[in-house]
């Protein structure tokens, strides 16, 4: 399996968005912001076919219309974003919005569904590159300014009136959010990595309770989710974010079971 | 040798356009207990909030003699339910914000350790905090603002939900860390038993006006 390059790559590219997903989605999971990045997936849509649609490349549009909402909700607040019948709202129209800007564009409507639903097989080597660049990125990023995500993340009141520059904190946070959502689903597809983010660290935060612990566990699981999906894709012929998106969802039931179990008799 | 750490002068505390406390002046000293009293609703958590709006950058009317960094308030809600996963420990740790490493110092974990002991929470530090019972939980949080060393600690009814038991231990570690430290302490309170017991002071408010008043002590009573 390993002598095709293709497989190969989808092995790599696995690592690397498994450790972007150890990183952002303990803190994805813990702010409660798993619904506003599944949003995300659908602004990232409408803003890629907005790209298309004036002529520019669509992660463009995506990092535009992601950060831009981003900002939005970091600075109008949280509370209207966790609110369930807001994130009805924002998914339908920016769903509407994707697709009027796509049969405006007229041109290469598969790109921009490839956004929603690509593939973790058959990136190339600059996807590749793209990837492990965004991972140093996002690596650096949160180690300088990790004690004040973890204090904003794990105890937003605490932090909101005893530590500085907390709004700082949250809006810095969602851009690198948003630029992992645009990033990635080039490359895999928006829905993968939306599960990708809050699935395994939902598990993991019922096996480790310790930050550094979950990133790692959450990492793990990513990665076993996602390596397993590629070899069974490549024995069953299958669609591998099948195979992924059971894989995750199994570990986050027997983490619930688990939790029962002991917290229970 | 009492040392001011905060003044406050003829300060007006409103929400909206509606005003709570008019004309407010008091101080509050290092080494004592400040008690806030007054009926629910009165402004108390809202004066509290306006005087840490001002923790930066001091005003006119209110006046830090302490670093943003040694203010630590311990807020009367917090979003900690059931599910929360982080360790007692960890959470503990979380306000210690004066270093960016990623990791946590030796010094800082003996200070975790040391404050853990003070507030009888060694035996479950490895718990996850979601798990705790009422009084647990708000040791825990007590001992995240004491792990900071702080000058000023701003207690808003940290003893509410507790038994009589639990509430007087409670004061007892507080009114310990004063002795020993010689922070200031303001504490929002609604129980006259531990105001005479362990108060030093006492600001009420009522009427849209505060007073604060020497509490006669008869702690050589109790
Ligand atoms: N953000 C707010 N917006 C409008 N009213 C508020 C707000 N916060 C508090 N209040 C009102 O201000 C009054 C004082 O509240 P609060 O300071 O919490 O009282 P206390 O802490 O003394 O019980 C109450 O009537 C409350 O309803
Ligand atoms: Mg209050």
């Known amino acids: ?64 219309f992601t950060i831009l909402s981003s900002l939005m909700i970091g600075t109008v607040g949280n509370k209207v974003s966790r609110r369930e019948s807001s994130i009805s709202v924002f998914s339908g129209l920016f769903i509407g919005l994707g697709i009027l800007f796509l049969s405006l564009a007229n041109t290469q409507s598969s790109y921009a569904t490839n956004i929603l639903f690509g593939s973790i097989v058959g990136i190339g080597v600059n996807d590749l590159k793209t990837l492990i660049t965004l991972s140093v990125i996002i690596i650096i990023a949160i180690l300088l300014i990790y004690r004040r995500l973890k204090y904003n993340s794990f105890d937003g009141t605490g932090s909101h009136f005893n530590a500085g520059y907390d709004t700082a904190i949250s809006i810095i946070f969602l851009i690198l959010l948003a630029s992992t959502v645009s990033v990635t689903a080039q490359i895999v597809g ?6 990708l983010l809050t ?67 | 040798m ?60 209110v006046h830090f003699l302490v670093r943003p960094d040694e203010v630590q308030y311990v807020p009367q809600f917090r979003n900690v339910d059931d599910d929360y996963p982080l360790k007692i420990k960890d959470f503990v740790s979380l306000s210690l914000q004066n270093s ?85 302490v303001m504490f929002i309170t609604h129980d006259p038993e531990l105001i005479r017991r362990f108060g030093d002071y006492n600001l009420e408010i009522a009427n849209h006006h505060g007073v604060m008043h020497e509490v006669k002590g008869d702690q050589a009573s109790c």
């Open chain 1, 1 to 64: 399996m390993l002598e095709y390059a293709f497989m190969r790559y989808g092995f790599i590219a696995s690592f690397f968005i498994s450790i972007l997903c150890g990183f952002m989605g303990v803190f994805v999971v813990s702010r409660r912001t798993s619904f506003f990045t599944h949003t995300l997936s659908e602004i990232g849509f409408a803003g890629a076919a907005f790209g298309l649609f004036i002529g520019t490349s669509p992660v463009i549009g995506m990092l535009i």
């Open chain 1, 199 to 265: 699935i395994p660290a939902s598990a993991a935060k019922f096996f480790v309770h310790n930050v550094w612990g979950m990133i790692f566990l959450t990492f793990i699981f990513s990665l076993v989710g996602t390596w397993a999906g590629l070899y069974f894709s490549y024995i069953t012929d299958w669609p591998v974010s099948f195979f992924i998106a059971a894989i995750e969802s199994a570990f986050y039931l027997v983490a619930i079971s688990y939790d029962r179990l002991k917290n229970h008799d």
């Open chain 1, 190 to 195: 928006s829905l993968l990595i939306f599960a």
């Open chain 2, 100 to 184: 960016f490493l990623p990791w946590l110092t030796k010094s800082e974990k003996n200070r975790i350790q040391k404050v853990l002991e003070m507030t009888k929470l060694t035996e479950i530090e490895n718990e996850p905090l979601g798990r705790a019972s009422g009084g647990q939980k708000q040791r825990a949080y007590l001992a995240q603002a004491l792990v900071t060393d702080p000058k000023l600690l701003i207690l808003d009814e940290t003893t509410a939900s507790l038994d009589k038991e639990s509430r007087i231990y409670l004061l007892q570690v507080v009114v310990d860390i004063i002795k020993r430290t010689g922070a200031a």
């Open chain 2, 2 to 61: 009492k040392s001011k750490v905060l003044t406050v002068e003829h300060l007006n505390v409103a929400v909206e356009d509606r005003t709570l406390i008019k004309d407010l002046s008091f101080s509050v000293y290092g080494g004592a207990l400040t008690c806030v009293t007054g009926e629910n609703g009165v402004g108390k958590t809202t004066l509290v909030k306006a005087l840490l709006k001002c923790k930066r950058h001091s005003t006119k009317q």
